[in-house]
């Protein structure tokens, strides 16, 4: 992990998202956290877990999930 990701908070954090097949919300969890590069050309990111299925979303940290 880079001395960045240790010490800054993410700019983003990264869910896998399940589709619940037509039922009324998909399944969101929570694999990881994003950081912006400086140039703002591209993002260092660090998962948890590797999804098999799903799609990935990257949202904007809340403050009560820092």
Known sequence: ???QETKNKPDFIVYQVL???GKKD???NDIGAAWQHKDGNG???ILNSLP???R???RKPKSKEL
């Open 19 to 21: 589709d619940r097949d």
């Open 52 to 54: 098999l299925d799903g």
């Open 43 to 45: 993002f260092n990111i």
């Open 26 to 28: 998909d399944i969101w």
């Open 1 to 3: 992990m880079s001395e």
């Open 56 to 58: 990935l979303t990257m």
